[in-house]
């Protein structure tokens, strides 16, 4: 929470400079109330819904739809902590109890003094060093509870590289620093990019079989020549940095590191699709990557990389960034336009897809950060060299987050594909203590459990989905033999309970039934059918739901249910 | 006009038209709840998803308010795919409201026998959004909205209290499909609307004009007087 005295204009100031641009605000006027106030008072929302026009019940219903936003005082600081797989499996629910007994408070509750108020979080990207917590602004690693009441502030993540080209500059380079990055070939590929024309640069992305990096493996090259053709103007760039699948912390690490390089991805991105303006949402949680890249961002427009005729071209682009406000939904593509809007994180009914109607209906390609990090290499580099790296399948380097009970967690950047023992056992250093593996989920919450047998898999696409798997946002999971799995299909099933949108009945229902059959499974209390319940409902959350939430919110059960079907099946073991 | 197949018989509809449209223009039956012919679509119910392919993709499930009829589509509305995903949303639905009647007459028609799901309490309210959208789309006030995610979402006024702009119309009530808004509330001056909430005589947003009050109320309630003794029933 930041003390007033740090602002240098008033909140009605600030509302009034705001006043203009209406309901597109509303998601950054709560947050800066949220950051002044503590919480948002019906008050304060009459005044924002005043001045963006906006009906008050929109605001509440926009108020409750966000994890990081509150209608009432909490306390001075705030307490995150991370109860998805990865940290629960790493100490989390000890933490808890720990919490409880030195600063005597239970999550949902502030303590006795009043100082501070705890919760339970989904994950916070910070899984390589599990167990995690967020404390206001701070991330804690490794966590207890005298590293939360003195947040230590080093939260650094290892990089390992078989060949560093997505992460070259990555712990070389001071991130901020523009110099830096243009003295380690930043702004090479852009600068490339603008003697090659809008045109060549479409047909180099498609040549490089580049897929998107955010989960869905989509080709770049259509997104963009969809939104180059498209009628509407203007044309927006959105870059997605929500990341939020558990296990993932790619884009944090990214971000952190190269920030330049994302902003160069963005800019070849807006030149080839002639887009005028771009968008960086980051999640809230990532406080310390939002300061970084909006020093970034005020860099580019001092050195002319960013506003009017870039670098002597004829090409302007700004970009604005917008913080996420803790939903996970909000990373899906057209919720994360509704909540650019001001409204509810609501996925969109589709079609019409991005391409013609994105953001505010306009043309929009939205990629993932570490898919606009491989546009700069593109274009840098060129095809050919690209394509020497990656798959026939899956072309370009691609990194993988390595967390859980493994020797060396952290980020992992692949250029020659290997398969999921060698990621684990040879780069990795193995399971934790040499202890026998028991199961790795693949892909992140989304994603499916792989079992000891299966480590022979290639990291690649096409080896994946020929294996019935699919590597996601690239999150590697490793569960060793003293892991409760029971624990883990439990945090699975709150995950999808608390952050389905709620929007459509398969998924917003099924996600509660399936998330309280698992706490069945997890206390060894399941019911006789509740296997066939989870089927039933997974199944139908999975062909009947809106977006791909809850088509992958059954994922990871389903696929233990083949694995370990007696885990499930009531009265047994 | 598209030319497509449903249930093997070849239809052609006007430009435009969802599949949902064209089978209720041609009499073939598609439960919906979430849907209303005078608000935009919403696609949340997921009880009209049907069975679409278009070779060589293999068939897969669509909200057929939705989907628009495209060329030569294929759509099965009955197949045991399409009663499936049908049977086990309207469970999950009869979980949280097992006495209404509408949802116990889908489920007869589907087959459901047992609802293999319990809910710590009884909850009328199954989140359609039909009262929201009514309220903003077509009285164009927006006095309630959905609040909270997931598990917790509900149907609330701003901060949960009273709402200023609601203008007393009653349409939230009408349309609500499993009565969970009560007509007896609103004239009683609470329940969504948040509670003690006093109707004083206010001005009609949409014309600016005439004057809405109680008095409205009443006059709906001798309208759908049986709606009224149902609720009491009920209790
Ligand atoms: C529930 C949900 C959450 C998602 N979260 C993210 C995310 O945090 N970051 C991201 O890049 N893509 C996320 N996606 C995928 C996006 O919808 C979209 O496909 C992606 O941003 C496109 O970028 P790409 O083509 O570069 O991968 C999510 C999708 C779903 C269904
Ligand atoms: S699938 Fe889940 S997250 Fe997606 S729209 Fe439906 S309720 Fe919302
Ligand atoms: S109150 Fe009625 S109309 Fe409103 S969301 Fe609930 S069930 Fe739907
Ligand atoms: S009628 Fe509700 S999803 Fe189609």
């Known amino acids: 929470m930041k003390a007033s005295g740090d602002n240098p204009i008033s909140y009605e100031s600030f509302l009034q400079q705001i006043a203009n641009r209406g309901r597109t605000m509303l998601l950054p006027a709560l947050l800066e109330a949220q950051a002044r106030y503590g919480h948002i008072s019906p008050e304060v929302a009459g005044a924002i819904g005043a001045a963006l026009c906006v009906p008050l019940a929109d605001i509440t219903g926009v108020i409750e739809f966000y994890g990081m936003l509150y209608d009432r005082p909490t306390a001075e600081t705030i307490i995150r902590v991370c109860t998805s797989p990865t940290c629960s499996s790493q100490g989390a629910q000890t933490l808890l109890k720990e919490l409880d007994q030195s600063l005597v408070v239970t999550p949902g509750h502030a303590t006795p003094d009043g100082k501070h108020y705890l919760e339970k979080t989904e994950c916070l990207g910070l899984c390589d060093q599990a167990p995690t917590a967020l404390v206001d602004l701070a991330a804690v690693g490794r966590a207890n509870s005298a590293r939360i009441l003195n947040p ?26 523009l110099a830096n990055f243009l003295a380690h070939e930043g702004f090479a590929g852009f600068h490339n990019a603008l003697k090659l ?313 099924g996600s509660q039934r399936q998330s309280e059959i698992l706490d069945r499974v997890a206390n060894h209390e399941a019911l006789p059918g509740d296997l066939e319940r989870l089927q039933d409902v997974g199944w139908t959350m999975t062909d009947a739901s809106l977006c791909g939430l809850g088509q992958t919110a059954a994922s990871a059960v389903l696929s233990a249910i083949e694995l370990w079907p007696d885990i499930f099946q009531g009265g047994a073991l | 006009m598209p030319k497509l197949t449903i249930n093997g018989s070849e239809i052609q509809v006007p430009e435009g038209r969802s599949v949902l449209e064209a089978c209720r223009e041609h009499d073939i039956p598609v439960p919906t709840l979430c849907y209303h012919p005078a608000l935009e679509p919403y696609g949340a119910c997921r009880l009209c998803m049907v069975e679409a392919s278009s070779p060589p993709r293999p068939p897969r499930l669509v909200a057929s308010c939705v989907h628009p009829c495209e060329e030569g589509a294929v759509i099965e509305t009955d197949s045991e795919a399409v009663r499936k995903s049908r049977r086990t949303t309207i469970e999950l639905l009869l979980a949280g409201a097992h006495n209404d009647p509408m949802l116990l007459a889908l489920a007869e028609e589907y087959g459901v026998k047992e609802i293999r799901f319990t809910l710590p309490e009884e909850d009328l309210c199954v989140l359609c959004g039909l009262c929201v959208r009514a309220c903003r789309e077509i009285v164009g006030v927006g006095a309630i909205s959905l609040i909270n995610r997931g598990m917790a979402r509900k149907v609330s006024t701003p901060f949960q209290i009273a709402s200023s702009t609601c203008i007393a119309c009653g349409t939230c009530v009408l349309i609500c499909p499993t009565d969970a808004i009560k007509l007896k509330d609103i004239t009683h001056f609470h329940s969504v609307h948040g509670s003690d909430s006093e109707f004083e005589r206010v001005y009609c947003q949409i014309c600016d004009d005439v004057d809405l009050s109680p008095v409205v109320i009443q006059d709906v309630d001798v309208l759908i007087g049986t709606t009224i003794e149902k609720e009491v029933d009920r209790d």
């Open chain 1, 197 to 509: 024309g809008a045109e060549e640069i479409c047909s180099r992305v498609k040549d490089s079989g580049l897929l998107g990096r955010g989960g869905a493996a989509f080709s770049t090259d259509i997104k963009w020549e969809g939104a180059a053709s498209a009628s509407g103007k203007p044309k927006y760039i959105v870059c997605n940095a929500d990341e939020s699948e558990p296990g993932t912390f790619k884009d944090r690490v990214l971000l952190e590191n190269d920030p330049f390089a994302i902003l160069e991805g963005m800019l070849i991105a807006g030149f080839a699709i002639g887009a005028e303006k771009g968008f960086i949402y980051i999640r809230g949680e990532y406080p310390r990557v939002q300061q970084i890249f909006q020093q970034v961002i005020d860099a580019a427009y001092e050195n002319g990389y960013l506003g009017e005729d870039i670098q002597g071209a004829e090409f302007n682009f700004d970009v604005e960034l917008r913080s996420g406000g803790g939903a996970y939904i909000c990373g899906e593509e057209t919720a994360l336009f509704e909540s650019i809007e001001g409204k509810r994180g609501y996925p969109r009914l589709k079609p019409p897809f991005p391409t013609t109607h994105g953001l505010y209906q306009k043309p929009t390609v939205i990629n993932n950060v570490e898919t606009f990090a491989n546009v700069g290499v593109i274009m840098r580099i060129g095809v050919e060299a690209y394509r020497a790296y990656g798959s026939p399948g899956s072309s370009g380097p691609w990194l993988f987050c390595l967390s859980g009970d493994v020797e060396n967690p952290g980020l992992y950047e692949i250029t020659q594909p290997i398969t999921l023992r060698e990621l684990i056992y040879e780069r990795g250093g193995g399971v934790r203590d040499n202890a026998d593996l028991q199961a790795v989920l693949l892909g992140g919450a989304a994603g499916k459990f792989v079992s000891p047998a299966n480590l022979d898999v290639r990291l690649t696409q096409e080896d994946t989905r020929a294996a019935g798997l699919g590597l996601g946002s690239g999150a590697v999971v490793v569960l060793s033999e003293h892991a409760d799995l029971r624990q883990t299909f439990a945090d699975l099933g709150h995950f999808f309970a608390h952050e389905s949108c709620g929007k459509c009945y398969p998924c917003q229902l």
């Open chain 1, 152 to 177: 230590p502030g080093d939260f650094h993540t290892a990089i390992y590289a078989d060949t560093p080209v997505i992460t070259r500059r990555c712990g070389k380079v001071e991130p901020t620093s």
